[in-house]
């Protein structure tokens, strides 16, 4: 069957009230019964609990609290790199954004997207990555769905974008046109002494929400409008492996990064898995990031969740 058939049934599913009760569902507090249901998810996805801080499945009071669990210290060690991976998850796509406008991400076979697309329609932020580069990560439900910087950047905006709620797995990735432009997504926008840098989380089928440390949780609720957030007046700084968001249940995340002399690591290949922390690029120019490869991938204490989770 090909991947354009296998995905049609998307096409006709409910999927924002499927979405709507997912994430209504993932939020309860069962006892006993929430704790079965984590018990089968670990089994049926192979989670690594001996990585979890709480190991216990027993002592996560709702699925979202364990879907979003931290990570033991240590676990994740940052590599001395200008660039390291924000997430854990197989590569899906990355590369050099292309086209005769240096606009194109590529997603699959067949299929690009613009990088205007993507920021939810925003000629001016879009053209500050022409001829840049992109990573497109994709996280599966056994893995780590906590999102850190994979540069120190100053935080710009925050761009939510409404959109489709297709499933965001490698098969509908071939199968759906332009998919990372359409399904509803958060754009993040920073800047550091390399220029701009964009980290997307892109929502999907049952991802219940998505979150940010300096906001809470985006969305819900889901007007059905372009929301925009100016943080320039703020003076919010991250460092290179802070946390900087969360995906309750699932999904990609897509860096732009500038056009410049930067350089993938050799073996990062699409489908390949990697590792928060893991060397991602160099920047031949100039270092764009802390050297400090002794920072624990987690939120640092002056850096509070700006709202409810």
């Known amino acids: 069957m090909s991947d354009r058939l296998a995905v049609l049934p998307q096409y006709l599913l409910p999927k924002q009230a ?10 309860l507090e069962g006892g006993s019964a929430t704790t079965a ?23 996560y009071k709702s699925f979202n609290q364990f879907f979003t669990r931290p990570l033991r210290p240590g676990v994740r060690p940052l590599a001395d790199a ?13 590369g050099r954004i292309t086209g005769a406008a240096g606009d194109q991400i590529f997603q699959a076979k067949g299929h690009h997207y613009s990088t205007q697309a993507l920021v939810g329609g925003n000629a001016a932020l879009a053209a500050q990555f022409a001829h840049g580069h992109f990573a497109t990560i994709y996280l599966s439900p056994r893995d780590y769905h906590r999102i850190h910087m994979p540069c ?12 489709e709620l297709f499933s965001v797995n490698p098969t509908t990735a071939r199968g759906v046109p332009g998919l990372f432009a ?7 926008v920073f ?18 929400s998505m979150a940010t440390v ?38 990609t995340v897509v860096l732009l990064m ?52």
Not at 18 to 27: D, I, N, R, S, V
Not at 82 to 94: F, H, M, T
Not at 195 to 206: D, E, S
Not at 292 to 302: F, K, L
Request: proline residues 7%.
């Open 152 to 163: 120190a950047g100053r935080l710009l905006r925050m761009i939510y974008v409404p959109g």
């Open 82 to 94: 200008d660039w390291v991976c924000p997430v854990d998850g197989a590569i899906s796509q990355l």
């Open 37 to 59: 249901v984590i018990r089968w998810f670990i089994q049926r996805y192979k989670v690594n609990m001996s990585e979890a801080l709480e190991a216990d499945p027993a002592a």
């Open 214 to 251: 300096w906001h809470g949780v985006v969305n819900p609720p889901r007007p059905g409008t372009l929301r925009d957030w100016d943080y320039q007046a703020q003076n919010i700084h991250l460092h290179r492996g802070d946390e900087m968001g969360r995906f309750l249940l699932g999904s």
């Open 258 to 309: 500038p056009q410049g002399d930067l350089h993938f690591t050799a073996d990062w290949q699409a489908t390949r898995p990697v590792r928060l922390g893991d060397v991602t690029a160099q920047q031949a120019e100039r270092r764009c990031c802390s050297a400090r490869a002794d920072v624990h991938p987690h939120a640092r204490p002056g850096v509070r969740w700006g709202g409810p989770f």
């Open 191 to 208: 800047e550091n002494d390399a220029g701009p840098f964009v980290l997307t989380l892109v929502g999907a089928t049952i991802v219940g």
């Open 18 to 27: 499927l979405t709507q009760l997912m994430g209504k569902l993932a939020g």
């Open 182 to 188: 359409r399904n509803e997504r958060v754009v993040c």
